[in-house]
């Protein structure tokens, strides 16, 4: 049973450009979360896709977009980016049960540099 | 707004040694308490989901407990393949459907 996977592992990338990040959750899994962690910090929310609809937003602006797609994989877009972007990008599937709680499984991460 | 604070943010033990850490929160209806394990550069591997007061759950040297105020995670004869920062993480009623808040973590390292 395959966990979480992301793509690429690693990414350099200089300020101003986008990058796209991939994810595909565990199987069965139907909710998509994406959290950004800086050094020495814990996860912070970014947001959260369900029937390939964005359901919440932690504090973040809107250079951070995402999507969802049918089979449930999701991807995370940064526009314009900034030095402080630079973090570990991590994805978590779940199961939703009717918006009750439910554990969150996390992929390996994608560490973002940017230049 | 929810908020989960650990303690301490680095603990070094000997091999053998026990010890606990904690993880405060403030939370408006908890609905569920995580603790997970990082190691370097990797994403979190979960542990332990906690649901309410006086709930406690063991898996092999570590035991999770819960209050309302609190939750410690304690590691009994550890040994250094544990070392790793354990985040601590809750679910409000007020984060809606499944959002995460963590706490920055406790670095462990078991030296033998």
């Known amino acids: 049973d395959a966990g979480v996977t992301q793509s690429p592992t690693h990414l350099i990338k200089t300020r101003g450009q986008q990058v796209t990040l991939r994810c595909s959750p565990k199987s069965g899994h139907d909710t998509v979360s994406w959290y950004q962690q800086a050094l020495g910090q814990g996860p912070q929310f970014i947001f959260q896709?369900?029937?390939?609809?964005?359901?919440q937003r932690g504090n973040f602006p809107d250079r951070f977009s995402g999507h969802q797609f049918p089979n449930y994989s999701s991807e995370l877009n940064v526009n314009a980016l900034l030095l402080g972007d630079s973090a570990l990008y991590l994805c978590?599937?779940?199961?939703?049960?009717?918006?009750?709680?439910?554990?969150?499984?996390f992929g390996p991460g994608t560490r973002l540099t940017v230049l | 707004e929810d908020q989960v604070t650990q303690s301490p943010e680095a603990l070094r033990l000997q091999e053998g040694e026990s010890s606990s850490l904690n993880c405060s929160y403030t939370?408006?209806?908890?609905?569920?308490l995580f603790w997970y394990r990082q190691d370097p550069g990797k994403g979190p591997e979960f542990l332990f989901t906690?649901?309410?007061a006086g709930e406690e759950k063991e898996k092999e040297r570590l035991k999770a407990t819960l209050t309302k105020k609190e939750s410690f995670l304690h590691i009994t004869a550890p040994k250094p393949e544990d070392s790793a920062t354990y985040l601590c993480a809750v679910q409000g009623d007020d984060t809606g459907f499944q959002k995460l808040v963590f706490g920055t973590g406790t670095r462990l390292l078991v030296s033998p």
């Open positions: 939370v408006s209806g908890l609905r569920g």
């Open positions: 978590a599937s779940s199961l939703a049960r009717g918006g009750g709680t439910d554990t969150q499984y």
């Open positions: 906690l649901y309410s």
């Open positions: 896709y369900y029937e390939e609809e964005e359901r």
